[in-house]
């Protein structure tokens, strides 16, 4: 029978692709948007999706480092196997960079983070107008970045489900056993 993933970190990859999917659509949406108190609603919404990714990656982390990661089958080439390491060593910098680059966006525009309007997160730097562009690009170009990955792996887990049928897709999901 093929090692599966724990159910904690088959709970976290799935709240985790869900969210990190909505937090790219809404900020697609939200900088198409005019400049209106709704805007502003949903500037804050994307922040608190952001900080709530960030706090939950560092939880899927560390349950990944405790538990590990069942071993890939052996009709997977060595390179596969060097390439899917890789590409999820990315997939973890990434869900980092991403929203702490749009906290240090946020703060070199000079707006705190107030997470849910209650919590008012720590002002690691002054506002910086001359970095703000600079923040704004990375944090563009790392969710653009992230949403490549992202298509990658999904591609990649597809290609093992439809193609290889190797059970490797089947050892993420929720409550399935695999044979």
Same mark, same amino acid.
Do not use: C
């Given at each position: ?9 088959i ?10 999917i ?19 609603k ?14 939950l ?9 405790i ?5 890939? *089958? ?20 990434l869900m ?13 525009a ?5 997470y ?11 506002a910086n107008p ?12 790392l ?8 298509f ?16 490797l897709?089947?050892?993420?999901? *929720?409550?399935?056993r695999?044979?």
């Amino acid at each position: 029978m093929m090692q599966r993933y724990t159910g904690l970190n088959i709970f976290f990859h799935w709240l985790l692709a869900v969210m990190i999917i909505i937090a790219f659509v809404v900020g697609t949406i939200m900088t198409d948007m005019h400049f209106s108190p709704l805007k502003l609603k949903v500037f804050s919404w994307h922040k608190w999706l952001g900080v709530t990714i960030l706090g939950l990656v560092a939880l899927r982390l560390v349950t990944r480092l405790i538990t590990g990661a069942p071993s890939y *089958p052996d009709s997977m080439s060595a390179w596969q196997q060097r390439l899917a390491h890789w590409m999820h060593g990315l997939l973890y910098v990434l869900m980092f960079a991403v929203p702490l680059s749009g906290y240090f966006y946020t703060l070199a525009a000079g707006y705190p983070v107030v997470y849910f309007g209650l919590i008012e997160l720590p002002v690691l730097m002054p506002a910086n107008p001359e970095l703000k562009p600079t923040l704004e690009l990375t944090h563009e170009l790392l969710s653009k970045v992230l949403a490549v990955a992202f298509f990658a792996h999904l591609g990649a887990a597809l290609k093992h489900l439809l193609i290889d049928k190797d059970g490797l897709f089947q050892r993420m999901l *929720p409550m399935r056993r695999t044979s």
